[in-house]
C-alpha cells in the first residue's frame, strides 16, 4: 500500500493510506463541539456592586457614582441586610448596608440610609417577605430613577430580584 503525506512540512502527522478520508470526523467532531459550546452562553462574571460604591464619595451631595450609572439596567450582585420595617412593603424589601430597623411612624422610610436598594422580589408579588436578620446576597437586574411604588414608596435604586428562568436566560 502507498503511503503519502499531505503537508510534508508537519512531521508530526501519522501517515494514512492515500485516498483516504480520515479528516472527516475530526471535521465532524470539531462542528459538533463548536456547536455544543455555542448553545451555551458563555458566562461572564457578575460585577458586584458595593454601597460604598453607590454615591460619588467627593462631593457632599448625593450624586450617583459613574460605576452606579454604568451599570443600570444589568444583572448585578449586591450583598447587604434587610431592613426590618414596622410597615414592609408587599413583595419587596430595602437592602441595606448593614443591619437597620425601621419604626415608621409619621417618618415613612427617614429611617432607612439614603444607600437603601428596594429589592423587588416578582414571585411574592402582594406578599409579606419575611424578615432576615442574615447578610443577605441578591442578584438581579439594576433599575434607576426614580418611580411611585404601588404602595405610595417613592424608590430610587431597585433590584429586580431574579427569578429562575432569567438566571437560566429564558423568557417570562
Not at 467627593?58 to 414596622?86: I, N, P
Not at 437603601?116 to 438581579?140: C, F, K, M, N, W
Request: net charge neutral.
Amino acid at each position: 500500500m502507498f503511503f503519502e503525506r499531505r503537508n510534508p512540512s508537519i512531521d508530526s502527522l501519522p501517515l494514512r493510506p492515500a485516498g483516504t478520508a480520515s479528516w472527516r470526523p475530526w471535521v465532524f467532531a470539531f462542528v459538533v463541539a463548536f456547536a455544543v459550546n455555542a448553545e451555551e452562553p458563555t458566562k461572564a462574571p457578575l460585577p458586584t456592586l458595593a454601597f460604598t460604591e453607590l454615591f460619588e464619595s467627593k462631593t457632599s451631595e448625593l450624586k450617583a457614582s459613574h460605576k452606579l450609572l454604568s451599570l443600570a439596567g444589568q444583572r448585578v450582585r449586591v450583598v447587604g441586610f434587610m431592613a426590618k420595617m414596622e410597615i414592609a412593603p408587599k413583595g419587596a424589601f430595602y437592602l441595606t448596608p448593614r443591619p437597620v430597623s425601621c419604626d415608621e411612624e409619621g417618618g415613612g422610610t427617614a429611617d432607612l440610609p439614603p444607600e437603601a436598594i428596594y429589592v423587588i422580589v416578582r414571585s411574592q408579588a402582594d406578599r409579606d417577605i419575611p424578615h432576615s436578620s442574615r447578610a443577605l446576597e441578591v442578584t438581579g437586574r439594576l433599575e434607576l430613577g426614580y418611580r411611585l411604588e404601588a404602595d405610595g414608596r417613592a424608590t430610587h435604586i431597585r433590584l429586580l430580584l431574579d427569578q429562575p428562568q432569567d438566571v437560566l436566560g429564558q423568557a417570562h
